[in-house]
T-cell receptor, first 114, second 114 residues
Framework: ETGVTQTPRHLVMGMTNKKSLKCEQHLGHNAMYWYKQSAKKPLELMFVYNFKEQTENNSVPSRFSPECPNSSHLFLHLHTLQPEDSALYLC?????????????FGPGTRLTVT | AQTVTQSQPEMSVQEAETVTLSCTYDTSENNYYLFWYKQPPSRQMILVIRQEAYKQQNATENRFSVNFQKAAKSFSLKISDSQLGDTAMYFCAFSYNQGGKLIFGQGTELSVKP
């Protein structure tokens, strides 16, 4: 595997379910990001991790819970979501969080909340 | 607050022709970075071109070039000799030295027609 991978690619869940999104980067980067992409809206940054430490939480509701066990893996745990949370969730990584290097994106997880 | 505006939701161009996508931004920062990202229908976002604000010379990458007008806070992308593979959503993004945070515009959906 190369670059940034995300699993699953598609997920349908009910509002009472608990699920997790997984992201893995094979680039040796130190920073990882979660973005939400909704139709007709700009990408919204959700969380930033640098060397496994969370450096930014962009006022995301607590029903989204990130986890970063090491610099290569990033999870987004989901519980009691709302239909408006349906979106494409993108993971990205970059060499360093403080300097605006290029961010490398994964293919995304298309989430549908029913 | 930093904002990025792409005023063209959709554009189309004939194959082999040239097209320009517009982007304006608002910031009080003096040192920052601007990016154009491409998101093809397969959804993997990739970097097209990057510009540092302190560089007066416009960035170029093969068929892609930018017209960076710092005083006007304008950052347009020119695609020359358009190819069918250029069909994608194009996002303009802004970042400055704080947490690698990328602020995206709403995107322009470009269709290259044969």
């Amino acid at each position: 595997e190369t670059g940034v991978t995300q699993t699953p690619r598609h997920l349908v869940m009910g509002m009472t379910n608990k699920k997790s999104l997984k992201c893995e980067q094979h680039l040796g980067h130190n920073a990882m990001y979660w973005y939400k992409q909704s139709a007709k809206k700009p990408l919204e940054l959700m969380f930033v991790y640098n060397f496994k430490e969370q450096t930014e939480n962009n006022s995301v509701p607590s029903r989204f819970s990130p986890e970063c066990p090491n610099s290569s893996h990033l999870f987004l745990h989901l519980h009691t979501l709302q239909p408006e949370d349906s979106a494409l969730y993108l993971c990205a990584s970059s060499q360093d969080w403080q300097i605006p290097y290029e961010q490398y994106f994964g293919p995304g997880t298309r989430l549908t909340v029913t | 607050a930093q904002t990025v505006t792409q005023s063209q939701p959709e554009m189309s161009v004939q194959e082999a022709e040239t097209v320009t996508l517009s982007c304006t931004y608002d910031t009080s920062e003096n040192n920052y970075y601007l990016f154009w990202y491409k998101q093809p229908p397969s959804r993997q976002m990739i970097l097209v071109i990057r510009q540092e604000a302190y560089k007066q010379q416009n960035a170029t990458e093969n068929r892609f070039s930018v017209n960076f007008q710092k005083a006007a806070k304008s950052f347009s992308l020119k695609i020359s000799d358009s190819q069918l593979g250029d069909t994608a959503m194009y996002f303009c993004a802004f970042s400055y030295n704080q947490g690698g945070k990328l602020i995206f515009g709403q995107g322009t959906e470009l269709s290259v027609k044969p």
